[in-house]
């Protein structure tokens, strides 16, 4: 069972020819935006660096884990921002490593609301650790024991409509469609789809001290599937939060936050399984940390 729950998570979590979801998920997706979406670089008026770190699937052998570490902001004096981000998603025997430039214009459209659009660049490290798994257990997939390496580049480009209350954005990762060339699989498996992703939230302030956020991401892996998520967040005097989530055919959330003198942000998720998958896991945690400095006046 063991073994059959290893060849599971490999080619659901790597190659996800089912799920179609190649890259890696946040359940803090409101916290991870610039990672999503490249036009958000300069949409904030200071800078800031944000990491995520997400553990998956606990007490399962060899879950997936990502890591994300960002950095990006405005322009002092032209209406454009510039960012990069560094990730690394690991499941099992294999890993995705890569390093990625983004850059945003943003234009006003009134007083109130500005359009952004940007476009990232960056190179991906895919590697197969052959000498994990047991040929005759995959000799279906021709996977040798040696570790392989495939580097290719990587684009993303998005556009991001915001105000003070509300903003929405859209964006399409993976453009170049590139193929791993680490083995030869017929089926089309080492072949890396785009993913379309749409997000978009609100907030609405009670009173002084309590305001809620709703927000919403819909993910689209070519050629037809998709997953979404629905998040809730109630704030109280913009320092501490909670909230739950769902995750369509995946899981439901809790999130709890904090965020210290308007400098430091602290978030915290865990996933509860609602699939078959969750017999065999303790369920996921999601650390993500943020500092906010140099603000453009």
Known sequence: ????????????????????????????????????????????DYYQIRSNHRFQWVGITDPPMTNTLSFYGPSGKLPMGFGAYFYNDVTGPTSRTGLTGAYAYNIEINKDMRISGGLSLGLMQY??????LNPKDLSDLAIQPVVNSSYVPDASIGFYLYAKDYYGGISVSQLFNNKLKIYEVKSGLNKLKSHVYLTGGYKYKIDRDFTVEPSAIIKITAPKTFQFDITGRVIYQDTFWGGLSFRMNDAVSVLLGYNYDNKFSFGYAYDMGVNGLRKFNSGSHELMIGYRFNDIK
């Open 1 to 44: 069972m063991k073994k059959l729950i290893y060849i599971v998570i490999l080619i659901a979590g790597c190659f996800s020819t089912v799920l179609a979801q190649q890259s890696p998920q946040f359940t803090q997706y409101m916290f991870n935006d610039f990672v999503l979406n490249p036009a958000v670089a300069g949409t904030y």
């Open 127 to 132: 590697k197969l650790d052959g000498t994990q």
